[in-house]
């Protein structure tokens, strides 16, 4: 049977006031580019969307942009209620949202169970207290813990977003950080690498030699470690990677950092290198026919074809053919 489609209806409410300065933010630039919806136009942009997703589809109303739950109750409450006739028709089948650890209590909780919101993605970004405080987060590793538990206990699921890279930050910690999530019972995660955006702390420490980007191939190796955890742990990953826009392209917004349009599929070739060499290296044979499943064929090739010709170039024959019965990273070999 196919698998449902599914699709969000995407609603940005960026958190105009956020008390916190965290390095790798510019607020001001938030707030002074992105328009915030008015609860009254919430239901005109709901059904502009649904009048192109009418397939039975899943379909889903996403609060993005800022921490949701930091804006003030009542008007949390009034993005909230707009929803509600496309619920009760069966339109939507419910509410998503993303905000920070420290800004989920019972309080806010209450209010979100009773308006249909059926998923939350928290700002992790690192479990690590040096990296949190180094990030200017203004949070520990408890407030993430403490949050993760009070959404599970309300039958929410539960996303925990991470960054790689932040001030401090090492392989080791990230691979740490990703365990942790995993601990935590996270349903979603999304990896994302530091970047350098212009007029933020993090330009500063940068511009002072006190803080240094991961390189690409850094940022790559590090994925490399933490995508097959979340992957052999049933965690389902959202994102690996920043999405390009205008605005993030070096000398506009983007100072420095690990940015790149193919960055997951850099990554997924990363692990296909180690997993294909790894293979070649230890047989007295030189010739090699790889069977791979069809949605990782690509990636065992690897990104413009580097894998391939990376294996040629050691000395190897390799041939590559797809094969339905496998799956994940999974590969049968004949020599």
């Known amino acids: 049977m196919a698998k449902k489609k599914h699709s969000n209806i995407p609603i940005f409410i960026p958190e105009l006031a956020c008390p916190h300065q965290c390095v790798f933010c510019n607020q001001r630039k938030i707030s ?32 993005f942009g800022g921490s949701f739950t930091g804006i003030p109750i009542d008007l ?32 806010r909780m209450d209010l979100l169970a009773k308006y249909g919101v059926i998923a939350i993605e928290l700002g992790a970004q690192s479990t690590n207290q040096e990296v949190l405080q180094k990030s200017g987060r203004g949070h520990n590793f408890d407030a993430i813990k403490n949050a993760a538990k009070l959404i599970k206990s309300y039958g929410m699921e539960l996303g925990l977003q991470m960054m790689i890279g932040l001030p401090t930050d090492t392989n080791e910690r990230s691979i740490q950080t990703a365990n942790d999530i995993i601990s935590l019972g996270a349903d979603t995660t ?29 940022a790559v190796n590090w994925c490399k470690d933490i995508l097959p955890l979340f992957e052999m742990s049933g965690v389902k990953v959202l994102r690996v990677g920043l999405h390009p826009s205008e605005d993030l392209v070096e000398g506009k917004n983007l100072v420095a950092g690990p940015m790149h349009a193919s960055f997951k599929e850099m990554v997924q070739t990363a692990i296909w290198r180690d997993l294909l060499l790894k293979e070649c290296e230890k047989s007295t044979t030189k010739s090699f026919s790889f069977s791979i499943t069809p949605s990782q064929f690509n990636y065992a090739i690897g990104f413009k074809g580097s894998n391939r010709n990376e294996l040629h170039e050691n000395g190897f024959s390799i041939r590559f053919q797809q094969d339905t019965s496998l799956s994940g990273y999974e590969y049968k070999v004949e020599y």
Do not use: C, H, W
């Open 32 to 63: 002074g580019q992105i328009d915030v919806p008015a609860p009254e136009d919430i239901a005109d942009t709901i059904k502009m969307y649904l009048s192109s997703m009418n397939d039975g589809r899943t379909i889903e109303l996403a609060f």
């Open 76 to 107: 949390q409450e009034a993005y909230l209620k707009a929803a509600q006739p496309f619920i009760k028709d069966g339109s939507i089948q419910g509410i998503r949202l993303s905000t920070r650890p420290d800004y989920i209590d019972v309080e």
């Open 190 to 218: 999304r990896i994302y690498p530091t970047i350098i955006v212009k007029d933020t702390a993090l330009e500063t420490l940068f511009n002072e030699g006190s803080y240094k980007p991961l390189s690409l191939s850094e």
